[in-house]
T-cell receptor, first 112, second 113 residues
Framework: QQQVKQSPQSLIVQKGGISIINCAYE??????FPWYQQFPGKGPALLIA?????SEKKEGRFTISFNKSAKQFSLHIMDSQPGDSATYFC???????????FGTGTSLTVIP | ETGVTQTPRHLVMGMTNKKSLKCEQH?????MYWYKQSAKKPLELMFV???????ENNSVPSRFSPECPNSSHLFLHLHTLQPEDSALYLC????????????FGQGTRLTVV
């Protein structure tokens, strides 16, 4: 059973546009929601993370929006750049364990 | 560099071979993970170790055998693998405080022939 559902599977955005990736979860015990960015040949690296006590977190061009009641969270990349082309994974974990559940990933291509 | 080092970066092995993947971290983290990443599939959690004790084994076939001799090192021993085991194997580590980020190594690209 997929603990974290992610969409879309792939995304193509024009340079300067907004990229939006969505994730949903079922387990209400989850209380940490990071987003990871992965370039080819590299391991995933933390991009930004949020805890459910806030509805939005912004770091530079990257924003996480969190809707606790809907059990959904999303990543918004403003002013998307070709260098943002990568695979993005959402994840979730619960305070009680060491498990990290990942979404299926979104391949983002930003065209110049 | 994330502080998590995996060796080798690439490995080609026959189905009858025995090989081991190594992961090393000197971040002072207590939790270490093995993930399998196949094309068009989510990151699959294989094993979790916390303070050298295995806390999770997600129904992984016995041809994969993990070993965690200390908090800084994690191994994945491989034997009699199948071609469908070809994938990127990622190691990650995480600190003692809950809900902190996991740091990933660069992965070992495994090809089983």
């Amino acid at each position: 059973q997929q603990q974290v559902k992610q969409s879309p599977q792939s995304l193509i955005v024009q340079k300067g546009g907004i990229s939006i990736i969505n994730c949903a979860y079922e387990n209400t015990a989850f209380d940490y929601f990071p987003w990871y960015q992965q370039f080819p040949g590299k391991g995933p690296a933390l991009l930004i993370a949020i805890r459910p006590d806030v509805s939005e977190k912004k770091e530079g061009r990257f924003t996480i929006s969190f809707n606790k009641s809907a059990k959904q969270f999303s990543l918004h990349i403003m002013d998307s750049q070709p260098g943002d082309s990568a695979t993005y994974f959402c994840a979730a974990s619960a305070n009680t364990g060491n498990q990290f559940y990942f979404g299926t990933g979104t391949s983002l291509t930003v065209i110049p | 560099e994330t502080g998590v080092t995996q060796t080798p970066r690439h490995l080609v092995m026959g189905m009858t071979n025995k090989k081991s993947l190594k992961c090393e971290q000197h971040l002072g983290h207590n939790a270490m993970y093995w993930y399998k990443q196949s094309a068009k599939k989510p990151l699959e959690l294989m094993f979790v170790y916390n303070f050298k004790e295995q806390t999770e084994n997600n129904s992984v076939p016995s041809r994969f055998s993990p070993e965690c001799p200390n908090s800084s090192h994690l191994f994945l021993h491989l034997h009699t693998l199948q071609p469908e085991d070809s994938a990127l194997y990622l190691c990650a580590s995480r600190g003692a405080r809950v809900n902190t980020e996991a740091f990933f190594g660069q992965g070992t690209r495994l090809t089983v022939v």
